[in-house]
Structure formats: structure tokens, C-alpha cells
């Protein structure tokens, strides 16, 4: 019994972790992508993707890429991360979360374009790994489903 409780235990101290680990993500590229907020979040060999912004391998290739993103192409944004399904495998070693975007920011919709202010809205698939006692993204899918500036009477999705 004190076994399963302890088990029980660590899932769900688990599971905060990993959700502290996506916040500390959000607030990161909130912080337009600083470096030494995002590093710590991934895994050496972490993948970040999503149609219409990139895909980037490595550690230091999706830092600079969501650096660059979240500078360049949007350059100021407020995520809202919400209703985080955290399920942390038998081994308590892997991890996947799937999660929500709501996301105000002023994006740039072509280069040399000045920022409108917009709404983005999809979702995230993501899995982690517990390096070291650590949890850390080793993926992220994101799934971009609304990117409407918010002046237009209907959102173009």
C-alpha cells in the first residue's frame, strides 16, 4: 500500500513539474525567446515544429529559431497555456502533454511589415524526458488553428 501511494505520489508531483516546465516555456518566449529562459526547457536532442512557422533540431538550433520567431516575426505576445493533459509513462522517465494556445501578440505578416495586433489560438502535443531529476521537452508539435488580426470582424482561421 505505502508503495501505490508513493508511486501515486510522485505521477502527480510529476505532472506539476512537467506543467511548470510549460509555463516556464511560455513565459520564456513571452520574454521575446531569451535564451537563458528557453534553454533549460528542452533536451539536447529536442524537435520543435508546426506548419507555417519551422521545424528546428537540437537544443541550440530551436532556441535560436524560437528566439528568432519570437523577435522577428512576432515580436511582442502573451501566451495563455491552458487544460494541460500531463500523462507521465509507467517508468516515470517519458512524458506526454497535450495543451492549449491562446495567444495575443502583434504579428508581423510579412518581413519589413509592421506588427498588427492578432489573436493565435491552437494546440500543443508535446513530449518530455526526465533528465537528471529534470523534466524537459525532447518534442514539440504545435498546431496553429486561428492567426486573425483582431480589427477584422470575423477571425480568419
Not at 512557422?53 to 512576432?74: H, L, P, Q
Request: glycine share 6%; net charge positive.
Amino acid at each position: 500500500m505505502a508503495d501505490d501511494v508513493l508511486k501515486r505520489l510522485q505521477r502527480l508531483e510529476d505532472q506539476e513539474a512537467i506543467r511548470a516546465v510549460i509555463a516556464a516555456y511560455a513565459d520564456a518566449v513571452d520574454h521575446n525567446g531569451d535564451p537563458k529562459m528557453l534553454t533549460p526547457c528542452f533536451t539536447a536532442d529536442v524537435v520543435w515544429q508546426s506548419k507555417g512557422i519551422g521545424k528546428w533540431v537540437g537544443r541550440a538550433a530551436v532556441v535560436k529559431g524560437v528566439r528568432e520567431t519570437s523577435t522577428v516575426k512576432i515580436p511582442w505576445a502573451l501566451h495563455y497555456m491552458t487544460q494541460p493533459v500531463v500523462k507521465v509513462a509507467a517508468n516515470g522517465k517519458t512524458a506526454k502533454a497535450h495543451y492549449y494556445l491562446w495567444e495575443l501578440a502583434k504579428f508581423r505578416p510579412k518581413p519589413g511589415a509592421e506588427p498588427e495586433s492578432t489573436w493565435i489560438g491552437g494546440w500543443y502535443d508535446s513530449n518530455f524526458r526526465k533528465e537528471r531529476g529534470q523534466w524537459r521537452f525532447s518534442k514539440i508539435d504545435l498546431f496553429l488553428k486561428l492567426n486573425s488580426p483582431n480589427r477584422l470582424p470575423e477571425w480568419r482561421t
